[in-house]
């Protein structure tokens, strides 16, 4: 590891009722990779976002190349060739993706922009990341994990020193993964300065050269991920210590009634011929590599995306279900993969997201009974260990965790039978990821019945009482948790035939 090439000390910063930075340390060297760490609402993207001049700092210094900064805007940081990977994707889903990925520096041939060399230029950054997309599909047409492809490709483009990634493998394969670690460590021996946000601790332990941990807005220490366990990082974060122990058995009585039941379904390219049941109280787990048809397939259930055929069974009887409204009066509350787009209104209270979906029963005459309103997203809150200064809070001041469990709340209000969970804790750190779980067990308990898609294997080991696992639209395994290793989903998610 080189010199240092960028020091934070001491940085501070509150917004209204909430001490989100409170003398905050961070020291990143040329040709290192180093994590970032903490729960959810430590603090790590707002510290990012202090650096890159997205907010302004209240306290502290930054010196960046030796140098004393403070940068006022994105784009001054990127001249100057600081870059921030976003978790969430910042991409104009209307424009192509070479046109994402140039945006603000076009190719220009005379006065007009030269969409050619771009999409040229787009496909020779895509040849060094390994991945196969074209430059000239529109942005919006792509999957999360290939949108989040395209900010790193677009990150890499700049001449970046420093390059932060937030949460990159959020919702990447395991090839993908692979891919972006070959890229990581090329812009190591380059001798960029690196910092790495991930909830994930193998990756930490795969990727990182140092961690740095934070807690509650705090700076907790530093340490060398050579000689540091998980266990250490752990304990720094949280306080406490969290195992991930596979599930061995199911906890579903065998004369379990089913309450859902799909016969063959199919829909668009990417759902085929897909049957299975749901039992009372139990965790159907989903497993499959990206683009291998199950946000599809749940999409489809839940009314958001239409039916070619098949069919649906809920306690017995055959519904039809032509949109979301359909599937919530069945009793189907679906949590998407992609929050911001369709889970929660940002923009809008706890108390208000958490009472959305059931609307009527909040109503005195034309008006919402707020009261009412703001008792019962209370009592959620609580319940759900929801960190936020009140019901009045507005969404998009809380972190992906807890937003994560504003989307739940609304369907508990609602009262949903069955709950559909698409990557439920794609970006959330290990201690809010263990109060979803526990979450997740308490549901079922309470009679409730979960669909789980998840991409990550331990996610899957853990919750699940059985497994099905889809390649390329299509069911190619089903598998009781007594039975399912890592190998047998791996050979299922590859098998293109069920």
Not at 174 to 195: A, M, T
Not at 354 to 371: E, P, Q, R, V, Y
Not at 429 to 440: F, H, N, P, R, T
């Amino acid at each position: 590891m080189g010199e240092v090439i960028l020091t934070m000390k001491g940085i501070d910063k509150s917004f209204p009722g909430v001490h989100a930075l409170d003398h905050v340390d961070l020291e990143v060297r040329k040709g290192e990779v180093h994590a970032l760490m903490g729960e959810n609402g430590a603090g790590k993207s707002t510290l990012m976002k202090v650096l890159t001049g997205i907010y302004k700092k209240d306290e502290g210094t930054i010196t960046y190349e030796g140098k004393d900064v403070e940068f006022t805007s994105p784009k001054e940081a990127q001249e100057a060739g600081v870059m921030i990977v976003h978790q969430e994707l910042n991409m104009l889903s209307h424009l192509t993706v070479a046109q994402n990925i140039f945006i603000g520096r076009e190719k220009m041939s005379g006065k007009l922009i030269n969409d050619a060399s771009m999409n040229k230029a787009a496909k020779e950054l895509f040849a060094k990341l390994n991945i196969e997309i074209d430059p000239t599909e529109q942005m919006g047409n792509l999957t999360v994990g290939k949108q989040q492809m395209c900010e790193i490709a677009k990150a890499i483009s700049h001449e970046s020193k420093v390059l932060v990634f937030d949460e990159p493998t959020a919702a990447l394969t395991e090839s993908e993964i692979e891919e972006l670690f070959k890229i990581i460590r090329d812009l190591r021996e380059k001798q960029l300065g690196i910092v790495y946000i991930s909830h994930r601790m193998d990756e930490i332990k795969m990727i990182t050269d140092r961690v740095t941990v934070m807690r509650d807005g705090g700076y907790v220490g530093t340490l060398d991920t050579e000689t540091s366990t998980k266990e250490d990082i752990i304990n720094m974060m949280v306080g406490r210590v969290i195992y991930e122990e596979p599930k061995t058995k199911s906890n579903v009585p065998a004369d379990a009634p089913v309450v859902l039941e799909v016969k063959n379904l199919n829909a668009g390219k990417m759902v085929k011929d897909v049957s299975f049941q749901l039992h009372k109280g139990e965790i159907l787990g989903f497993s499959g590599l990206m683009g291998a048809g199950r946000t599809e397939t749940a999409r489809a259930i839940f009314g958001a995306d239409p039916i070619d055929s098949g069919e649906i069974i809920i306690g017995g009887k055959t519904v039809h279900i032509k949109s979301p409204a359909d599937a919530v009066a069945n009793g189907i509350g679906y949590l998407s993969e992609d929050r911001k787009r369709f889970g929660i209104a940002v923009e809008k209270t706890v108390a208000e997201n958490s009472t959305m979906a059931s609307l009527n029963h909040f109503m005195k005459g034309i008006f919402i009974d707020k009261k009412k309103e703001a008792q019962v997203a209370e009592k959620y809150v609580e319940q759900l260990k929801t960190k936020t200064p009140s019901v009045e809070q507005l969404v998009v001041n809380l972190s992906g965790g807890n937003q994560q469990k504003v989307v739940i709340a609304k369907w508990l209000v609602r009262d949903c039978e069955i709950l559909i969970f698409d990557e439920p804790t794609r970006g959330i750190d290990v201690g809010a990821k263990s109060e979803i779980y526990q979450l997740m067990n308490e549901l079922v308990k309470m009679g409730k019945s979960i669909i789980m898609i998840s991409s990550e294997m331990t996610e899957i080991l853990r919750m699940s009482d059985r497994v099905i696992v889809m390649c390329e639209g299509r069911k190619t395994g089903e598998m009781a948790i007594e039975e399912v290793s890592q190998e047998a989903i791996m050979h299922c998610a590859t098998k293109r035939e069920g």
